[in-house]
């Protein structure tokens, strides 16, 4: 099994979600602007309580998008979290290597300023 791999797989279809919530919350605050701009030429008549849920609607549906790409990215990173405890569970002196090559970099950083 090649993490490397799943990791772009994994990334990919992550990107995809993302960018794909992201057009659909950015259509639907497009659609409550709209609303909120129709709703201001007309009366407090019955009109604008029709306009009022409709713009409620699009704020749950924002809502629910927003919960649904913080949900995406908890996962993303639960993911990520798990195929790196894999890759050090069958590599751990490739993992050592890498922390301990980091660290002087690290070290030689701060000892500069």
Known sequence: MEPTN??????AASSTM???LMDDLQHT????????????????GGGSSET????DDTLRT???????LEDSILAHG?????????YVQDNPWKAVG???ALGVVIGMLISRK
């Open 29 to 44: 605050i497009g659609e409550a602007e709209q609303w909120l701009q129709d709703s201001a030429g007309e009366t407090a």
């Open 62 to 68: 924002a809502r629910s998008d927003l919960h649904k």
């Open 52 to 55: 009022r849920s409709r713009f």
């Open 98 to 100: 890498i922390g301990a």
């Open 78 to 86: 639960r993911n990520a979290a798990d195929n790196v405890n894999i």
């Open 18 to 20: 993302r960018d794909r």
């Open 6 to 11: 799943t990791i772009a797989e994994s990334q």
